[in-house]
């Protein structure tokens, strides 16, 4: 009964998600591929990760990865900046259009939480804040986030 609660709630936000993607390219406004898609959302969710960083997480070759990201640089998503410390290093940091375009996409799970606030006692809201966390950091130690990316923030 849990694993199919927990594939519910996974399938509804990627259905919500890629409802808004498709919707997006209904109305032209997307430039953005499946892929760099993902790409991008994985950009987020590591908070301006390196370019080995990023491409690690993909499971990609440098170039393979250099050349997705300098793809998504020419449409206006992602801006390589040079880290401060080592300057051979470069970190890529989403563009305002991409942040307006996630923002939308993303709005959904501020719905779901602002109905759980509505819905839940603040004593079940912290036992599900605990239990969420708890599944985050110790049940799923293959993917670790940056705590002050949008991702890791939540």
């Not at 590591?46 to 250099?66: H, K, Q, R, V, W």
């Amino acid at each position: 009964m849990l694993d199919r609660a927990f594939q519910q709630v996974y399938t509804k936000f990627k259905l919500h998600f890629y409802q808004q993607v498709f919707n997006k390219f209904e109305t032209r406004e997307a430039t953005l591929t499946t892929v760099e898609s993902f790409c991008m959302e994985i950009i987020m969710a590591l908070g301006n990760p390196t370019i080995a960083e990023f491409s690690s997480m993909m499971n990609l070759s440098t170039p393979n990865a250099a050349y997705k990201i300098n793809n998504l640089v020419k449409k206006g998503y992602v801006e390589k900046v040079q880290s401060s410390t080592d300057k051979r290093e470069y970190h890529l940091h989403p563009t305002k259009k991409y942040i307006d375009y996630y923002s939308v996409s993303y709005a959904y799970l501020q719905k779901v939480v602002d109905r759980a606030k509505q819905r839940f006692t603040p004593d079940e809201l912290r036992t599900l804040e605990q239990m969420l966390s708890i599944v985050s950091e110790e049940l799923m130690p293959e993917i670790q986030l940056n705590p002050d990316s949008p991702a890791g923030a939540l």
